[in-house]
T-cell receptor, first 110, second 114 residues
Framework: RKEVEQDPGPFNVPEGATVAFNCTYS??????FFWYRQDCRKEPKLLMS???SGNEDGRFTAQLNRASQYISLLIRDSKLSDSATYLC???????????FGTGTRLQVFP | NAGVTQTPKFQVLKTGQSMTLQCAQD?????MYWYRQDPGMGLRLIYY???????DKGEVPNGYNVSRLNKREFSLRLESAAPSQTSVYFC?????????????FGDGTRLSIL
């Protein structure tokens, strides 16, 4: 089983739609969780950290479910510019080494 | 406002050649990392340096060496390039080793080994 698993997609959604991605992780001792965004042929960029209580940043909401070992990302009112690959990232216990999922591709169409 | 700078951006090598990928950060970060990204595999850690003067192996270190030249610079060396090392290489840095320390990435080096 992969340490971090994501549905590769693509998720094709119209502008204005709400879309959600889930990501599961295998190490129950994982301490830190992030969502990164990666545009085609570009570097990953931090989108948001994921906190235990859940957190929101504008149209983006991240949730953590430790019992079921998954994190989620909700994007409301999708924009064309949201088209990218979204990487789920998890750290292990007592380490800052990041474990990357293979990403979920989102394509927003007009 | 450069952040993490990688050079070169593109390189083509022949099998057996050597080369060094350069990385520099201007954010006064303590920790630096080298990853490779291959289709369907996600990013995999090659080597990292938690602080100046230290380096450690990551998930896929074979065939690579690194040097933490100073706090700003962290280089990755391929001594004898192999086709399996064809990949996109990313350097990253973070403020410190520890929890909730996101990493900032350079824009990558696309390396092809013929």
């Amino acid at each position: 089983r992969k340490e971090v698993e994501q549905d590769p997609g693509p998720f094709n959604v119209p502008e204005g739609a709400t879309v959600a991605f889930n990501c599961t992780y295998s190490n129950s001792a994982s301490q830190s969780f992030f969502w990164y965004r990666q545009d085609c042929r570009k570097e990953p960029k931090l989108l948001m950290s994921v906190y235990s209580s859940g957190n929101e940043d504008g149209r983006f909401t991240a949730q953590l479910n430790r019992a079921s070992q998954y994190i989620s990302l909700l994007i409301r009112d999708s924009k064309l510019s949201d088209s990218a690959t979204y990487l789920c990232v998890v750290t292990g216990y007592n380490t800052d080494k990041l474990i990357f999922g293979t990403g979920t591709r989102l394509q927003v169409f007009p | 406002n450069a952040g993490v700078t990688q050079t070169p951006k593109f390189q083509v090598l022949k099998t057996g050649q050597s080369m060094t990928l350069q990385c520099a950060q201007d954010m006064n970060h303590n920790s630096m990392y080298w990853y490779r990204q291959d289709p369907g595999m996600g990013l995999r850690l090659i080597y990292y340096s938690a602080s100046e003067g230290t380096t450690d192996k990551g998930e896929v270190p074979n065939g690579y060496n690194v040097s933490r030249l100073n706090k700003r610079e962290f280089s990755l060396r391929l001594e004898s390039a192999a086709p399996s090392q064809t990949s996109v290489y990313f350097c990253a840095s973070s403020l410190a080793q520890g929890f909730n320390q996101p990493q900032h990435f350079g824009d990558g080096t696309r390396l092809s080994i013929l």
